[in-house]
């Protein structure tokens, strides 16, 4: 489809006090699209048909546009719809908006800003739905810079039903704070800050350069492209990538994609899976009952994790991994690695030196790679399974301090596992990159001493 053809006095919707009709801009015959308009049309409605056909097309190129939900409408038969347009002051610095049971669409752009309020107000006969959709109250006020949109609908229930939806256009560098019930909130291209708060609706948040807060609940919460980024659900997945500073966001039961964070990234889920890849700092992640993937972190990876995996790929900055009855596969460099488990399996691969590695789990196979060339000093303790090591072993320490006499500028690597096997492997670099191969000396203990 031709998206100029969206905007065609032909296609857009038309609204009247009883239907919607609409007409396609291919149609050839003028007297069928006449016939689809109401009998007294002005310039205002037909202007605000258009800005929310101009709404509707931005959710579905975006993937925000969904069908609505089913209702338990069936004995409200009619419906009365009302449209209102109010132009927006120019030089506003700060929109407030509060709206409740539709949805809410917010664009920056270099047109005269406006805001188009539909009322759609269902009941059993035309004129309990045209009473209702009179109850409905848009106030606008300004105050300073701040310019505040607030609606007041009729209640629900007792054979009557009404929503408020918006489309609204404002200049890009335009500050947003919005607040929205049981409904959908779209906002784009605004250089302001955003605070967005929604219950029960679907959060989309995208080319928003500024500072970002979004919450909402029972819904997937989508952000792209923005600054700095606060952002909470309940009850549903968040998606956060491509934002330019740190993040912070958490959720419980729904997914947690995070990717290319421009700062350090703070995640937290209860029984949700969490996907975090290209942080520029630290990444802290803590979730429940559910994988733990990490890939290409800069900083110090700390990730917590209870009865899920934990699998962290390319770290650079170290890496603190915890969980439980579950494995855990890390792998990269930095100063340190530390891991414990409970009842599950611990792989480390070393892709450098490092400082410190302390590993330690049991009912599991603890293996550790270290790459050629590496010589740390290594102490293993396998309580009833076997060590099968590439390198040298401290197996039986002289005090409590598995180190003493180790010099303080060697790596140190402690490895226990008290009900399976320890494995340590020299990883050969290519054949072509070695112009002496020498192969390793392979040391393997049967029951492993303190």
């Not at 007409?23 to 037909?46: C, F, I, N, Q, Y």
């Amino acid at each position: 489809m031709n998206p100029k053809a969206c905007f065609t006095p032909a296609f857009v919707r038309r609204f009247d006090g009883r239907r919607i009709a609409c007409a396609h801009p291919s149609s050839s015959s003028e007297g069928r699209d006449r016939a689809t308009l109401p009998s007294r049309r002005s310039k205002a409605v037909v202007a605000a048909a258009q800005v929310f056909a101009m709404a509707g097309l931005v959710a579905a190129l975006n993937g925000c546009a969904r069908p609505e939900p089913a209702r338990e409408t069936d004995n409200l038969t009619s419906s009365f719809i009302r449209v209102e347009t109010q132009s927006i002051p120019p030089d506003v610095g700060i929109l407030e908006v509060v709206n409740r049971h539709g949805d809410l669409t917010i664009i920056g752009s270099d047109e005269d800003p406006q805001s188009v309020w539909r009322v759609e107000a269902r009941a059993a006969s035309d004129a309990v739905a045209q009473e209702v959709a009179s109850e409905a109250v848009c106030k606008t006020e300004r105050a300073g810079h701040v310019f505040r949109i607030t609606v007041t609908l009729p209640e629900n229930g007792r054979g009557r039903r009404c929503r408020s939806d918006f489309a609204i256009r404002v200049p890009k560098w335009v500050s947003v704070v919005s607040v929205n019930g049981f409904g959908r909130t779209h906002i784009a291209d605004l250089d302001g800050s955003v605070d967005a708060t929604g219950e029960h609706g679907d959060m989309t948040l995208l080319r928003v350069p500024g500072n970002v807060r979004a919450k909402t609940s029972f819904a997937s919460l989508t952000v792209s492209n923005s600054g700095p980024a606060v952002l909470e659900n309940r009850h549903g997945g968040i998606d956060a990538q491509d934002v330019h500073g740190a993040l912070d966001a958490g959720t419980r039961f729904g997914a947690l994609h995070a990717r290319q964070i421009g700062g350090a990234a703070r995640l937290r889920n209860y029984h949700g899976g969490v996907d975090v890849a290209d942080v520029d700092g630290d990444c802290d992640v803590w979730t429940a009952f559910a994988p733990l993937s990490a890939r290409n972190i800069a900083g110090k990876a700390t990730l917590r994790n209870e009865h899920g995996t934990i699998r962290a790929d390319e770290t650079a900055g170290g890496v603190d991994a915890r969980t439980s009855f579950a494995d855990i596969d890390v792998s990269g460099g930095g100063p340190a690695f530390l891991c414990r488990n409970e009842h599950g399996s611990i792989r480390i691969r070393a892709t450098e030196a490092v400082a410190t590695i302390d590993a330690q789990t049991r009912f599991g196979l603890l293996e550790l790679d270290v790459p050629d060339g590496f010589e740390p000093a290594i102490h293993a303790h396998a309580g009833f399974g076997g060590i099968e090591s590439d390198l040298p072993v401290l197996m039986k320490p002289r005090s409590a301090d598995p180190f003493e006499g180790v010099p303080g500028d060697k790596a140190r690597i402690l490895l226990r596992n008290q009900n399976g096997d320890v494995r340590i492997r020299r990883i050969q670099r290519p054949a072509s990159n070695v112009e002496h191969p020498a192969p390793g000396t392979r040391l393997v203990v049967q029951g492993g001493g303190s």
